[in-house]
């Protein structure tokens, strides 16, 4: 019965499709609740990619659903888990369209979700103290917009592939098809760093060529209305350690007497940068030039900072620049992490024998990494430093009092796709088409994703269509995707399949 009422509703649509915004709302309403079981399945499936027999799992899933959707798909092999590439043609295409999707996610610890295993999709409405509770999965056919779906990756980013697919059932249900050719890259290593992909695109250059590339990535505007995205920075990192005795000495014995290498990296990192967060290693701006139309731009583009402070709870942001969107089109330095002796529990009263800051820099077109870790690194030096770029030797130890271990690795460069470009004008037609607005249209993206091989191997022009709510918890405990995301999602990635190219 349940197959009749669809192909009655397909049959029904088909004769009446066009630019009509209802029928997308039917056809986004009808394919949500279809897709459902597909969503759970999905989610189900552990997808941490330290564990390669795990994505093995979702590469076989994924070669059975676009399978079963008219894909042909193939591996791209690497030295680690392979690539796939699905792809489709259709009659009368004359271009092609990659499409990017990300199926692994963040490693998990259970012991700080509010449910028993992540990989368990979980059904939650929100409770009248503020928080979530649980509700039968059977409700999910009859969803309210704001209930949501608990789960590792359920926003970052296998809703968005759930997505895709059930927009592709709704499209082939009309008899629709695009007038253009897809293929879909699906990465099982993004939460890595996707270290495999510069030379898996470098080597395949001919199966993935194409003329435009569209991310489905990430989360919407703060706002949680339509959004395009039209670069993204890159980042690399840093690692770097400060050495004081061989071994932990004991505090009372030795303070005041053997240096405390927590402190040496304390003020080397604080020596960055000034009170406002602005860096202050000479040289590390040059090369970013924002003329008034861009700063007209970036100045226009919706942000709430009274808002946003209460959200995150600080007391004030950097100033870097005068505001959110035009902060972000320099590179950042930030320590995402430290280390040192221990503390909490196992606290103990000693010197500790090194001190370690984790380092990420997200950088933007017109920035260098080699020439930004160059900086960093002179700047260590001229603060009295040598610096090795290994474990220093007793040699070393006894020869420089201030001595420093430095290493750094590139993930993946900046993109950025000028807005007025043929497949920003596309893309902002399917997004109107669909919700009756303009799109919000954001410059850059602060966040990293490695599309830059695409970008500069293929010559390919990308844009981000995030879909999912921005409060998702992404990388974090208790990950979630807001149902009516899931449904504006499915109609967002329908209207672009059916704008004509």
């Known amino acids: 019965m349940k197959k009749t009422c669809l192909l009655f509703f397909a049959l029904h649509t088909f004769f009446v499709f066009g630019q009509n915004k209802e029928t997308l709302d039917e056809l986004a309403s009808t394919y949500t609740n279809a897709s459902f079981p597909l969503l759970k399945e999905l989610l189900s499936i552990p997808n941490d990619a330290f564990y390669p027999e795990w994505i093995e799992k979702n590469v076989q899933w994924c070669e059975n659903h676009f399978g079963k959707r008219g894909f042909t798909t193939e591996r791209i092999s690497t030295p680690t888990v392979p690539l796939l590439l699905a792809s489709q043609s259709f009659p009368d295409a004359e271009k092609t369209v990659l499409v990017y999707l990300q199926v692994d996610g963040q490693p998990v610890d259970p012991s700080r979700w509010t449910q028993k295993d992540p990989y368990t999709p979980v059904l939650k409405q929100p409770s009248a103290e503020g928080g979530w509770e649980e509700i039968d999965w059977a409700k999910i056919k009859n969803y309210d917009d704001d209930w949501r779906v608990f789960a590792r990756s359920a926003s970052d980013a296998k809703g968005p592939v759930a997505m895709f697919l059930a927009a592709i059932d709704a499209m082939k249900a009309i008899g629709k098809a695009p007038n253009y050719n897809i293929k879909v890259i699906l990465d099982f290593e993004e939460e890595l760093g996707s270290p495999q992909l510069p030379q898996a695109v470098l080597e395949n250059r001919g199966r993935l060529a194409a003329d435009y590339l569209v991310i489905f990535d990430g989360p919407l505007h703060r706002l949680n209305k339509p959004t395009l995205t039209f670069g993204a920075r890159g980042i690399f990192t ?264």
Not at 415 to 441: N, Y
């Open 238 to 501: 840093v690692e770097l350690t400060t050495y004081g005795p061989i071994v932990p000495q004991h505090s009372g014995h030795f303070g005041n007497y053997v240096p405390n290498p927590a402190f040496k990296l304390a003020k080397l990192l604080a020596s960055m940068k000034d009170d406002d967060g602005r860096v202050l290693i000479p040289g590390y701006y040059d090369g970013i030039v924002l003329d008034n139309k861009t700063k007209t731009l970036l100045k226009a583009t919706p942000h709430n900072e009274e808002q946003l402070q209460e959200i995150i709870q600080v007391g004030h942001f950097d100033r870097v620049a005068p505001n959110y969107q035009e902060a972000i089109q320099y590179p950042s330095l930030n320590v995402r992490g430290m280390q040192s002796g221990w503390i909490n529990e196992k606290v103990r009263t000693i010197i500790p024998a090194w001190a370690k800051a984790e380092i990420d820099v997200r950088i933007v077109k017109e920035s260098d990494p080699k020439r930004l870790s160059k900086l960093i690194k002179t700047h260590i030096e001229n603060q009295g430093y040598v610096v090795i770029d290994r474990e220093p030797t007793k040699e070393e130890r006894l020869a420089h009092p201030k001595l420093a271990t430095y290493t750094s690795e590139v993930s993946y460069q900046s993109f950025r796709t000028p807005m007025e470009s043929p497949i920003g004008v596309w893309l902002q037609k399917a997004l109107v088409r669909a919700f009756d607005e303009e799109p919000i249209r954001i410059r850059m993206s602060g966040g990293s994703i490695p599309i830059s091989p695409f970008v500069n191997t293929l010559n390919l022009p990308a844009i981000t269509v995030p879909t999912v709510n921005r409060d998702n918890n992404q990388h974090s405990p208790n990950e979630n995707l807001r149902l009516g995301n899931y449904r504006d999602g499915i109609k967002t990635i329908l209207a672009i399949l059916t704008e004509e190219l």
